[in-house]
């Protein structure tokens, strides 16, 4: 597999647990909001985005939620499954075209 | 299928041997870019490309090169690898606007020795 992860901090859960990963951005300025999910071997999968004029937003089975006021993205996963487990990245579009600053990311470990 | 195609997959070569790392979209995408992946940095963007002949320095661009010669393909070229260029790369496309998501290729693993 490949070697990005190995310096990450890591989330363990349980099957079936709902899992919360989160991410502080740093720039108010940033507008758009996306999380992405990454198995070992592939490249970043969109998962969900979210825009500044929003605080919560749903998806199949992933909410993000987002508080401006303290520049905090959290992506939460319900009854998470073993497919879940990769690094998860949050990104924020800083303005222009999809200029994404990445986070460092955080792996996900889900236990049976 | 929708996809951002990376080729080689893999790729060991020598300091100051000149490579081409490929990346062709066949989504119609306007924008395009360049990131690499180091571990506990996430990714960031080397390069990235508007429209054809339209390209800009993303935040990690010495050492690297890129041309938009077709709206459809955005080789990266490394004209003297060195090994602190040793890493994970991506190349990713994204629809025209301000706020769509981008689609990533599977990325290319460089080892410079």
């Known amino acids: 597999g490949e070697s990005v992860g190995l310096h990450l901090p890591t989330l363990s859960v349980q099957e079936g647990d709902n899992s919360i990963i989160n991410c502080a951005y740093s720039?108010?300025?940033?507008?758009?909001f996306i999380w992405y999910k990454q198995e070992s071997g592939k490249g970043p999968q969109f998962i969900i985005d979210i825009r500044s004029n929003m605080d919560k937003r749903q998806g199949q089975r992933v909410t993000v939620l987002l508080n401006k006021t303290v520049k905090h993205l959290s992506l939460q996963i319900a009854a998470t499954q073993p497919g879940d487990s990769a690094v998860y990245f949050c990104a924020e579009n800083r303005g222009g075209y999809n200029k994404l600053i990445f986070g460092a990311g955080t792996r996900l470990a889900v236990h049976p | 299928e929708a996809q951002v195609t990376q080729n080689p997959r893999y790729l060991i070569t020598v300091t100051g041997k000149k490579l081409t790392v490929t990346c062709s979209q066949n989504?119609?995408?306007?924008?395009m870019s360049w990131y690499r992946q180091d571990p506990g940095l996430g990714l960031r963007q080397i390069y990235y490309s508007m429209n054809v002949e339209v390209t800009d320095k993303g935040d990690v661009p010495e050492g690297y090169k890129v041309s938009r010669k077709e709206k459809r393909n955005f080789p990266l070229i490394l004209e003297s690898p060195s090994p602190n260029q040793t890493s994970l790369y991506f190349c990713?496309?994204?629809?025209?606007?301000?706020?769509?998501?981008?689609?990533f290729g599977q990325g290319t693993r460089l080892t410079v020795v």
């Open positions: 989504m119609n995408h306007e924008y």
């Open positions: 720039n108010s300025a940033s507008d758009y």
């Open positions: 990713a496309s994204s629809d025209k606007g301000k706020d769509t998501e981008a689609f």
